[in-house]
T-cell receptor, first 115, second 113 residues
Framework: EPEVTQTPSHQVTQMGQEVILRCVPI?????FYWYRQILGQKVEFLVS????????KSEIFDDQFSVERPDGSNFTLKIRSTKLEDSAMYFC?????????????FGPGTRLTVL | SQKIEQNSEALNIQEGKTATLTCNYT??????LQWYRQDPGRGPVFLLL?????KEKRKERLKVTFDTTLKQSLFHITASQPADSATYLC????????????FGRGTSLIVHP
């Protein structure tokens, strides 16, 4: 069964450094998402992406975040200057469409630790 | 503001019994509600979706109910097994009509052999 993949599984970085988290969505999916989950907290929506542009973003997704689809398969989340509070699991997800009936397929996540 | 509440205390049950998890919400009338399973260190896995005009949905040993008057959904796992042990997340569509789910914090289920 096709699945969303994410790399790396764990990223450790120093505060102030830039990180890029990578995702390969399911190949025929058109809508891509990033979520984050701080340890012990709920899964929170960051941003959705369709047709090479951001469709929707949350208040968490401020100027330090950016997303890109650099080629036909990868979908990346960049955090420009990491803060301690950015430490969390980051999940990529994809859907075929963006209707209520469409299942969101989540990747296994990248654990980001900011020191 | 929109609020989703799931019991933060873990639910411990014996194998073979029915597990029932609760999701309550306030200040919103969602068009749909979803349930996901999340294992430690992994991403959520979609289980079931129920729409506002549906009272009940079943899938194998899983059953979801949706009471829009009570603003509550119940998630049942019948004949529970230790392999069902996980955190179960309730999710509603975001206010304003977006189809992006807003998640509750989840309830941990532990099934003892």
């Amino acid at each position: 069964e096709p699945e969303v993949t994410q790399t790396p599984s764990h990223q450790v970085t120093q505060m102030g450094q830039e990180v890029i988290l990578r995702c390969v969505p399911i190949s025929n999916h058109l809508y891509f998402y990033w979520y984050r989950q701080i340890l012990g907290q709920k899964v929170e929506f960051l941003v959705s992406f369709y047709n090479n542009e951001i469709s929707e973003k949350s208040e968490i997704f401020d100027d330090q975040f950016s997303v890109e689809r650099p080629d036909g398969s990868n979908f990346t989340l960049k955090i420009r200057s990491t803060k301690l509070e950015d430490s969390a699991m980051y999940f990529c997800a994809s859907t075929v469409h963006v209707k209520s009936t469409d299942t969101q397929y989540f990747g296994p996540g990248t654990r980001l630790t900011v020191l | 503001s929109q609020k989703i509440e799931q019991n933060s205390e873990a639910l411990n049950i014996q194998e073979g019994k029915t597990a029932t998890l609760t999701c309550n919400y306030t200040n919103y009338s969602p068009a749909y509600l979803q349930w996901y399973r999340q294992d430690p260190g992994r991403g959520p896995v979609f289980l079931l979706l129920i729409r506002e005009n549906e009272k009940e949905k079943r899938k194998e040993r899983l059953k979801v109910t949706f009471d829009t008057t009570l603003k509550q959904s119940l998630f049942h796992i019948t004949a529970s097994q230790p392999a069902d042990s996980a955190t179960y997340l309730c999710a509603l569509d975001r206010a304003g009509g977006s189809y992006i789910p807003t998640f509750g914090r989840g309830t941990s289920l532990i099934v003892h052999p």
